[in-house]
């Protein structure tokens, strides 16, 4: 279904267990250049026992056409909007690499709509000099031939994980969008939201989270950055928060292991506290 979010048309889809009360609202946000798709592995599992929203971010799958920024804080605000418009707060936002920034862009500036926040494999706590170098070869004139290249260095490796497929399917949907939006999809990560992405700016804004966060990382991404499962754990204070790092996966972790990601993704929204 679609609404009229922020004067552009959001689509999404809203799925949850019938004839029984769900349990928490889990709203998965995808990552730059990629579609709520991503996340098939996981809406009937969690829909099982959860109401599930799955939207498009504007740009993307079937919200094309948008209008306007494509900042962090520009698909918090549609997001915000969304959760308002179906009644849906207080929500799990579960978010994949840059859509994991937006939900704590949800989390910090929109407070009252999140219960919790996970956060899977991250675009947080970049070197600063790293994020210049990305901004830079974005403002290009071949966004597209960046983004694949960027895509194609995050493949996993993990023998039999069908992770091949995965990234073919994950470079055709980038072949498909809009060069433009491409551009200021990565920009609004590595120029204009740095104090969202780059230490040591990204570490007060995350600090400002008040609600439980479980991060899961790919052990490789970590490493690229030079962090590990010690930052995730500083920069998110509720006692409740959890880092886990799994090795031998690559950036669609939850792809890769998807029954594997749902049992513990499920198990932490369980225990959640009152």
């Given at each position: ?207 400002r989270r008040d609600c439980p966060v479980l991060t899961v ?58």
């Amino acid at each position: 279904m679609t609404y009229t979010v922020n004067n552009n048309c959001l689509f999404h889809t809203d799925e949850g267990p019938s004839g029984a009360t769900p349990g928490e609202t889990v709203l998965f946000v995808h990552g730059a250049t990629c579609d709520s798709d991503d996340w098939a592995a996981q809406i009937p599992a969690f829909a099982a026992r959860h109401r599930v929203l799955a939207p498009d971010l504007r740009g993307h799958g079937r919200s094309m056409g948008a209008s306007g920024g494509f900042h962090p804080r520009d698909f918090a605000a549609d997001l915000a909007q969304l959760i308002e418009t179906v009644d849906a707060g207080p929500v799990v936002v579960i978010g994949h690499s840059m859509g994991a920034v937006v939900a704590s862009v949800l989390a910090v500036e929109h407070p009252e709509l999140v219960r919790a926040v996970v956060a899977v494999d991250h675009s947080h706590g970049f070197e600063a000099g790293f994020a210049a170098q990305i901004a830079a070869a974005f403002a290009t004139p071949d966004p597209i031939g960046v983004a694949t290249a960027v895509l194609g260095g995050l493949e996993g490796t993990t023998a039999g994980s069908g992770y091949e497929s995965i990234a073919v399917r994950h470079r055709r949907r980038v072949l498909g969008m809009h060069p433009e939006t491409v551009r200021e999809v990565f920009l609004g990560l590595f120029e204009k939201g740095t104090d969202l992405t780059v230490r040591p700016h990204a570490e007060a804004y995350l600090e400002r989270r008040d609600c439980p966060v479980l991060t899961v990382s790919a052990g490789a991404s970590l490493q690229a950055k030079g962090l590990d499962g010690d930052w995730d754990a500083a920069v998110s204070p509720h006692p409740y928060s959890a880092s886990l790092v799994l090795d031998e996966v690559g950036h669609w972790l939850f792809q890769e292991r998807p029954e594997e990601f749902n049992a513990l993704v499920l198990g932490w929204i369980d225990g959640l506290p009152d």
